[in-house]
């Protein structure tokens, strides 16, 4: 019973992205990149009329929230990549 204890579990190798186009995109984005995406979707939501236009604002929201954590994601690959160049 002890060297069941013991055991670890096996690890689970690491997933890969399911959207690699998303990941490819993350990786080389600049803050221009995002802006330019999310503002091309802002514009087509704002001429929804009629009962799609609530529905658009609930998508503005959830659209503003995606462009501030990309908008941080962006900022903290920066620093890292910065904190890179200096310990070198």
């Known amino acids: 019973m002890a060297a069941r204890r013991n055991e670890e579990p096996a690890r689970q190798p690491m997933p890969q992205p399911e959207y690699p186009v998303i990941a490819t995109f993350v990786d080389v984005a600049q803050k221009a990149d995002v802006e330019a995406l999310f503002g091309d979707i802002r514009e087509g939501l704002a001429g929804l009329k ?31 990549a910065s904190d890179r160049k200096g310990k070198r």
């Open 50 to 80: 009629g009962p799609k236009a609530e529905q658009a604002r609930k998508v503005s929201k959830a659209i503003e929230r995606t462009e501030e954590l990309m908008s941080h994601l962006l900022q903290v690959r920066e620093k890292i």
